[in-house]
C-alpha cells in the first residue's frame, strides 16, 4: 500500500497544471465533434468502424497475431487521412453550424410578417394542385443558388407566388427563394439531396431538401401530383402538413416568435 502510494505522489509530482488543461481541451473537441455529428449517417459509421477496430485489436492481442497487430498499428495515419475524406459533408455541416453560432449572435433574419402570407399561398397551391419549392434564405448565404435564376427583387404575396408557380409559366420550374422580406429569384436551380425518399416525392422534393443539407435554408414544398405540403430543414423533411401544422411548424424552424391566435 505504501509502495503504490509512493508511486501515485511521484505521478502527481510529474503532473503540471497545462496536462490537464490539455486532457481537457482534447476531451473537449472529441466530445464536441461527436455532438455535432449526433443524428448522421456518420455517427453510425464511426460506431461500426470503432467496433471493428476493437475487435480487432482484441483478437489480435489475444492471439498473439503479429501481422494484423502491424496493420493496426501503421493504419491510423492512413485513417488520419481517409476520415476527412468519407465524412466531407458532414465536417463541412459542422463548421458551418459553428459559424453560423456566431452570426447568430450579432443579427437573425425575422420572417413574421411573411409566414401567414407565404402559408396561405402553399395551401392555395396545394388545393390547385400546382407545384411549388419556397426556400427562405437564413444566415447561410445562397447566392450563388440565386444566381441561377431569374431575378425578381418583389413583396411576398399570395398572388405573386401563384403566378410564379402556374403550370406551364416560365417560372414554373425551380424554386422561390426569400431573403428577409423579398422574393430575390425564382426558377432557381437547387442540389438533389441523395437521400431516399418516399414513393410520392419527387425531384421537387430532393431539390428542397438537398438545399437544406449544406445550408441552413427552410424550405417549402408543395406536391404537383398529390397536393400534399411538406417542409424541408436541416437536412430532414416533414411530410403532409395542414395550414394549422404548416403555421405552428415555420415559427419553430425559423427562431421567429410563434403567431399569436386572433381572439
Not at 119 to 130: F, N, S
Not at 139 to 146: A, D, F, K
Not at 166 to 178: K, M
Amino acid at each position: 500500500m505504501g509502495q503504490f502510494r509512493d508511486e501515485l505522489q511521484n505521478i502527481l509530482d510529474r503532473v503540471d497544471p497545462t496536462d490537464f488543461l490539455d486532457l481537457f481541451l482534447i476531451a473537449f473537441l472529441i466530445y464536441w465533434m461527436l455532438l455535432l455529428l449526433k443524428g448522421t449517417a456518420a455517427i453510425t459509421l464511426l460506431r461500426g468502424a470503432a467496433i471493428i477496430l476493437v475487435g480487432f485489436v482484441i483478437l489480435a492481442q489475444t492471439l498473439d497475431l503479429e501481422v494484423l497487430d502491424f496493420v493496426i498499428r501503421n493504419s491510423f495515419a492512413g485513417l488520419i487521412i481517409a476520415v476527412p475524406i468519407i465524412f466531407q459533408p458532414e465536417i463541412r455541416r459542422a463548421l458551418e453550424r459553428v459559424g453560423r453560432t456566431g452570426i447568430r449572435m450579432w443579427a437573425r433574419p425575422t420572417y413574421d410578417d411573411l409566414i401567414d402570407s407565404v402559408t396561405a399561398a402553399a395551401m392555395g397551391l396545394a388545393t390547385q394542385r400546382h407545384g411549388a419549392l419556397i426556400v427562405f434564405e437564413r444566415e447561410t448565404g445562397l447566392q450563388s443558388y440565386i444566381e441561377s435564376g431569374v431575378p425578381i427583387d418583389a413583396t411576398p404575396s399570395i398572388e405573386l407566388l401563384e403566378v410564379i408557380f402556374y403550370p406551364g409559366g416560365p417560372l414554373h420550374d425551380g424554386a422561390a427563394i426569400l431573403r428577409s422580406s423579398r422574393v430575390v429569384a425564382a426558377a432557381c436551380t437547387l442540389p438533389l439531396s441523395e437521400t431516399r425518399l418516399r414513393g410520392e416525392m419527387g425531384l421537387r422534393h430532393r431539390a428542397g431538401l438537398g438545399v437544406t443539407e449544406g445550408t441552413d435554408a427552410v424550405s417549402i414544398i408543395v406536391s404537383e401530383e398529390t397536393g400534399n405540403v411538406s417542409v424541408a430543414a436541416d437536412g430532414q423533411i416533414h411530410a403532409r402538413l395542414d395550414e394549422a401544422g404548416l403555421r405552428e411548424l415555420l415559427p419553430r424552424l425559423l427562431h421567429s416568435p410563434a403567431p399569436r391566435e386572433e381572439s
